[in-house]
Structures are given as structure tokens and as C-alpha cells.
């Protein structure tokens, strides 16, 4: 199967393209075409080689979820006219990312090991270990860059510059929270721990949206369940879901997307284990076998003008 890297269609009515690490976005005026490709980035990197089948798993898999939380608030998604393409509602996006923590890992493990305390100005417990469970899990937010990385930023700087005003950022932050729990009772129904994830939010008529993809192993970090507790006492590393697996792989072959170093060769093997992976993630995370749907260009069109 050959992996689907990037797209060009000139649909009826759209008004512009947006082209991001993954996503290739067509704006529609009132709505937007969401083409999940099968690019792949680590370390900011888009890699060389794309992944057959992965756009359709991450499509799928935060369908899946928008649906789940669709009780919760609205979300953007009107129609999945294609495995790989979510078509819905334009939003204008909050300049923030919430980012929601569980436990003690990732990017608040680096820093806590580093002495740091706080994080983006929300205080973390002494005498924690990697990967422990907070007390309650922690709302630790970043910037929305356009370019480069995103920045950690604390509610107070959020709304002290205006960039969500207070009572929506609240409301944004009650809503991060209860999707956040109904995302975890859905893991624990597959064995899982939701441990860390980020949300994307936009305002539509007055009305706040969930945007994006929601829980999918690009946005989220999942343990299994089953022997966590064991290993957190032995000081052993986690068994995950998640993209980490491919970070791994790339450091393990000299590239943290740092400048001069160069991306390893991905072979045929190597890509089809990464496509194996992804399929595992899904069948995991969803609790259905994954079911290739074939696809190439031509045919990912012609849904879209059907749904349009």
C-alpha cells in the first residue's frame, strides 16, 4: 500500500489551503476539509517517509472520540466522508492548547527531574517518582505556535494578556477536564490509562467547539494497565501506547531533530513496522480490528465532493 504524503484537490468553493506536519486543510469558507495524511513528524521533523494507513488511524480514531464527548460541548466534526477526512465546522481557534496531565510523565517528568516544581505556574507535589499519578490530574496549557515549538504558558499569563478572556479560559478549563475523565473511563474499559493529552478549542457564534483530534496515540500518551503498578514500584519503565515507540526508534539511530543530524534510513521494514504499530494502537485503543480500506487520491476526492 502506498502512503499518502500529500494532496492537491481544487474543490468547488474552497478558498484556501493550509498544508501542516500531517494535515492537509481546505478552507471552504463556512467549513473545513481535514485530510489526515500519512506523514509523519517527530522533534518538530516531518520525516521522509510516510506511513500507510496511519491517516486513517488517527481520522478514525478521534471520530471515534468526538463522538463520545459529543454531550459534553459541540465539536466541529459534521461528517467522515473518507477513512483519512473529517469535513466540519470552521471555528476561530483559541491561541492556547489545554494540555491535561494524569500523571507524572513526559515533558513535567523532565522537568520535575530538573528540580522544577511548578509548571506552567501549577505546583507538583515532592517526592514523586516518573510516571506516578497526581493527586488530581493538572491543567498545564501552551501557546499555539504557528511556528516552531509551543511555549508552556500559566492561566494568569493566559489571562492577563488577553489571549482567552477569564471567564471562557474557565469554562475552557471545566470542559478539559470532563473530557479528559470520560476519556479515561474509556481507556479503563480497554486496559488502558489515559495519562496525558492536549485539546484544541475554538468559538463559533458565541459557542465554544472541541477542534481536532481528540485521544488519538499523535495527541495522547496511554499505558497499559495491566502491571502498571508493578512497575512504577520497580523504577521500570511503562508499557505505552503512543508515538514514543518512533522517538525511540530515531534516537536510538543518532536524530533528535537537533541541527545537523540526519533522519536514519527507513527502510520498507521499517515503515511497514511503524504502519503495524499504528494498526496495533487502534485495535487497542477502540476495541475493533482495523479494517484497510483502500484509498488513493482520486478516490479520497470523490468522497469529498460527495459530502460537500
Known sequence: MKAITATNFNLPGQQGKYVGKVRDVYDMGD????????????????????IPYKGQVLNRIAARFLDATADILPNWKTA?????????????????????????????????KAGKRTICGVPMPEGMVE?????EPIITPTTKAAEGHDEDISREEIIASGLVPRAEYEQLERY????????????????LILVDTKYEFGRRDGQIYLMDEVHTPDSSRYFYAEGY??????????????????????????????????????????VSGIT?????????????????APYDAASMEANILKSL
Open 276 to 292: 503495524d504499530r499504528y494498526i496495533e494502537l487502534y485495535e487497542q485503543i477502540i476495541g475493533e480490528p482495523f479494517e484497510k
Open 229 to 270: 503498578a508493578e512497575r512504577l514500584a520497580a523504577g521500570e519503565r511503562q508499557k505505552q501506547l503512543s508515538k514514543e515507540f518512533v522517538r525511540e526508534w530515531l534516537m536510538a539511530n543518532g536524530f533528535q531533530g537537533r541541527a545537523g543530524e540526519k533522519v536514519p534510513e527507513m527502510t520498507p521494514e521499517v
Open 176 to 191: 478539559t477536564r470532563a473530557i479528559f475523565e470520560r476519556g479515561t473511563q474509556m481507556a479503563a474499559q480497554r486496559g
Open 80 to 112: 467522515v466522508p473518507d477513512p483519512a477526512v473529517t469535513v466540519g465546522l470552521k471555528c476561530e481557534p483559541y491561541k492556547v492548547e489545554m494540555v491535561i496531565r494524569g500523571y507524572l510523565s513526559g515533558h513535567a517528568w523532565r522537568e520535575y
Open 31 to 50: 467549513r473545513l476539509v481535514m485530510v489526515v495524511t500519512d506523514r509523519i513528524s517527530a522533534f518538530d521533523v516531518v520525516l521522509p517517509e510516510g
Open 131 to 135: 510516571n506516578q499519578k497526581f493527586p
